[in-house]
């Protein structure tokens, strides 16, 4: 199922369904690339509780996408992942070891409130 999208004042919010799978991540990164309002939004991914299909090798696959379609006139510098598990938690906080090289900053929290205020704060 594809990710909702909406596009905030001061954000993109990216909310995955319950569980997560590559496949499901890969598009929401594709719509993004093609939203309108994206080069000037950092983005916040919420990944929802539920059965995961995701591995570790899929950690590296998503980066390459990112890095290999990453438009070139995105302002962005910041990407917020909030989960619900400690599954999520670790395998977001391997993919922001695994993203380090990708031209934006990468935190991973618990709290929606807390990812806005790093968001949004200049």
Same mark, same amino acid.
């Given at each position: ?9 001061? #954000?993109? =919010? ?8 590559? +496949?499901?991540? +890969?598009? %929401?990164?594709?719509?993004?690339? #093609? /939203? &309108? ?9 919420? =990944?929802?509780? %539920?059965?995961?299909?995701? !591995? #570790?090798?899929? =950690? ?9 379609? #990453?438009?070139?006139?995105? /302002?962005?510098?910041? /990407?917020?992942?909030?989960?619900? !598990?400690?599954? $999520? !938690? &670790?395998?977001?906080? !391997?993919?922001? $070891? ?8 990468? +935190?991973?929290?618990?709290? =929606? $409130? ?9």
């Amino acid at each position: 199922m594809a990710p909702e999208i909406t596009i905030n004042k001061d #954000y993109i =919010l990216v909310e995955l369904k319950e569980g997560i799978d590559y +496949r499901e991540i +890969r598009r %929401g990164v594709a719509r993004l690339f #093609y /939203t &309108s309002g994206m080069p000037e939004k950092n983005g916040i991914w919420v =990944l929802r509780e %539920g059965p995961e299909k995701f !591995s #570790y090798d899929d =950690l590296h696959k998503l980066r390459d996408i990112i890095k290999e379609n #990453y438009p070139k006139d995105v /302002t962005i510098n910041k /990407t917020a992942i909030v989960v619900e !598990s400690g599954f $999520q !938690s &670790s395998m977001a906080k !391997s993919f922001r $070891q695994i993203a380090e090289d990708l031209p934006f900053e990468i +935190r991973v929290f618990t709290d =929606l $409130q807390a990812a806005e205020d790093w968001i949004v704060k200049k």
